[in-house]
């Protein structure tokens, strides 16, 4: 895990009334303690600042359990704090290397509708009522990332065995028809577009669907946020209340804590998650004779 820390803090002096702005980049993030608890490891961050007018201000964040952003806190002592940073914890990405070589599963659909069945039965036997429940979060925020591995999964698949949408990629794409080689490079690599192709589309990050739906749109001709119908707002919805649930412990931006995660609501957008990706399953089935790779 590593501390994200962004915008600035402004705090109101206690006293005189004055309002100091903080920049992110004045804080100094550093593991300050752990202890060993019942579900392991406990770890405690903390940003430390002296400033001239406000003394001594702390920023916080526990991590646990490992993986697991459990509580943050913001002591500016008899101040007011009118605007904060934006922080927490979030997942280191993989090495480059180790991401390279994750195998693409080739029944991504498959190993959705699994995943599916796991946290359905996972939610109905163990989860809770009450909309604050961690365990309805958790479910809630894995059929998001299920979500993604499925787009993600399912593009690199269709891409890498048809030749024009490989072509259609690097034709279209801003970032790949700037890519350059050399020589060299295309000797000692015959599959060097091929490889940069895929490694491109491994850096996507598949919850933002807009830029989902215009990689899918341009190399398979195939748009798929229109699949989504009229749910296309609870799509965009659960995933920024996924972001909230990673990032932020399940309080919003502005410190309130969410209180939507019921049984009910988080099976609701299971189901419509479901329904998409079987639309989008559909459409990826009854593309025409894609142009195949040897």
């Not at 593991?31 to 001239?52: F, I, K, S, T, W």
């Not at 913001?74 to 997942?91: A, K, M, P, T």
Request: glycine residues 6%; contains cysteine.
């Amino acid at each position: 895990m590593k501390v994200y820390c962004s915008g600035k803090a402004r705090i109101r002096h206690g006293l005189t009334g004055k309002v100091n702005a903080i920049g992110s980049e004045e804080l100094d993030w550093d593991l300050a303690g752990g202890d060993e608890r019942q579900m392991g490891q406990e770890n405690h961050y903390q940003a430390v600042v002296e400033h001239p007018h406000l003394g001594v201000l702390r920023w916080s964040l526990w991590e646990y359990p490992v993986g697991i952003e459990n509580h943050r806190d913001s002591d500016v002592g008899n101040h007011q704090i009118i605007e904060d940073f934006d922080y927490g914890l979030e997942h280191e990405e993989p090495p480059p290397d180790d991401w390279a070589a994750y195998p693409i599963p080739k029944n991504p659909f498959t190993i959705f509708l699994q995943s599916y069945g796991q946290t359905r039965d996972l939610l109905t036997n163990h989860g809770s009522f009450a909309g604050t429940d961690l365990l309805n979060r958790m479910v809630f925020s894995h059929q998001i990332t299920a979500l993604e591995a499925y787009l993600g999964d399912t593009l690199i698949n269709e891409v890498l065995g048809d030749i024009h949408a490989i072509t259609r990629l690097i034709q279209n794409d801003s970032d790949l028809k700037q890519t350059k080689f050399t020589l060299p490079e295309i000797a000692a690599n015959p599959d060097i577009v091929k490889d940069q192709v895929r490694d491109h589309l491994r850096s996507i990050l598949y919850h933002n669907l807009p830029k989902v739906d215009a990689l899918y749109g341009i190399a398979l001709q195939l748009r798929i946020l229109p699949l989504a119908g009229s749910e296309k707002d609870n799509l965009f919805q659960a995933v920024n209340l996924r972001h909230d649930c990673v990032h932020r412990n399940g309080v919003d931006k502005d410190g309130n804590t969410l209180t939507v995660f019921d049984k009910q609501f988080v099976q609701d957008r299971a189901d419509l998650i479901k329904d998409f990706v079987e639309k989008i399953e559909n459409a990826v089935r009854a593309r025409v004779f894609p142009s195949a790779i040897p």
